[in-house]
């Protein structure tokens, strides 16, 4: 079960069945992948995006995400993308909503972001930011269909990001301007 149901073992999320988390070698990715993954962003010229369907910084919710279903294991995988020196950008998705969170700088030697967008076609409910807030949360926009779209330029070692959340009829739900350096 995803950690913050260890705080809240009642709600009717956490009743939900999940991987057996138990071990640090778990992970969502596979030890594999990610072990390519740390290689290529080593390789890399920075920025570098990390892209995935669950959230990474999820572990306020009790749904899946990195954070919150492997802790250990994201723990783990956290330090090896510190140790790259690099920097990284995450992206998500599958939350039925649209969010930016701060990813705070001692995770990583630098503040950086996750952006979250849903897929424009995907069923809304209830954001659940009521019962689960996001203390990472910039910004976000739930039970609506949205989508969002990422203008970014680099300059020197600073990164620009624009997030524009939209909604049906392309309403502005939306506008946050980031900068990761």
């Not at 570098?48 to 306020?60: A, E, H, T, V």
């Not at 950086?112 to 019962?131: K, L, N, Q």
């Amino acid at each position: 079960m995803p950690i913050i149901c260890e705080k809240k073992k009642n709600h009717q999320f956490c009743s939900k069945i999940y991987p057996d988390r138990k071990g640090i070698n778990q992970t969502v990715f596979g030890a594999e992948t990610e072990k390519w993954v740390i290689e290529l962003i080593k390789k890399s010229i920075s920025p570098n995006w990390l892209i995935s369907g669950d959230q990474f910084f999820g572990g306020y919710h009790p749904f899946e995400s990195y954070e919150g279903t492997h802790p250990e294991s994201f723990a783990k995988f956290l330090n090896q993308l510190k140790l790259t020196n690099k920097r990284i950008i995450f992206v998500s998705g599958d939350r039925h909503l649209s969010e930016v969170m701060k990813i705070e700088k001692s995770l990583l030697n630098y503040e950086t972001f996750e952006i979250t967008s849903s897929g424009m076609h995907a069923r809304v409910f209830p954001s659940g930011w009521d019962e689960f807030p996001n203390p990472r949360q910039i910004v976000g926009m739930g039970q609506m269909l949205n989508y969002s779209i990422v203008e970014s330029g680099l300059d020197k070692n600073t990164l620009s990001l624009k997030v524009n959340a939209y909604g049906p009829a392309k309403k502005l739900l939306y506008s946050q301007d980031l900068i990761v350096k």
